[in-house]
């Protein structure tokens, strides 16, 4: 399996990297909010953990078919390529969402993973329908 090649073929499954970019902002964000809003700087720290915990534990795997989603080593959900529509990455610059359709359903999920591989990794996989 490879992680970290820039220039993979699409028959190799691809496990991308976690990124805790967006949580170490959330957390260190709501430090100086604990002097002027307590209350607001618990929820905010709350959910900056809690991201850090999703992405110490969930990976996100590219396979030539399929995209699989694992915590720890137990697959959670596996979503086929034939049935996406569309997908994007909010703020391309500071990516911190990313989003795609299914036939069925719309999905989001933070950006807790290594934006630049994700972004390859679709393009090569699924491109998109613009």
Not at 2 to 21: C, D, G, K, M, V
Not at 45 to 59: D, E, H
Not at 65 to 93: C, G, H, K, M, V
Not at 108 to 113: I, S
Request: net charge positive; hydrophobic share 45%.
């Amino acid at each position: 399996m490879n992680t970290t090649a820039s220039s993979t073929a699409p028959t190799s499954t691809i496990e991308l990297a976690p990124s805790y970019a967006i949580p170490l902002v959330l957390v260190l964000a709501a430090l100086p909010l604990l002097f002027v809003q307590k209350w607001a700087s618990l929820p905010l720290s709350l959910f900056g953990l809690f991201l850090m915990y999703q992405a110490a534990t969930i990976r996100l795997q590219f396979t030539p078919t399929d995209l699989d989603i694992y915590r720890s080593s137990n697959l959670i959900r596996r979503f086929p390529y034939r049935e996406w529509q569309n997908w994007r990455i909010f703020w391309p610059a500071v990516p911190i969402l990313f989003y795609f359709k299914e036939i069925n359903s719309i999905h989001f999920l933070p950006v807790l993973f290594d934006r630049k591989m994700l972004q390859t990794c679709l393009e090569q996989r699924c491109p998109r329908q613009d």
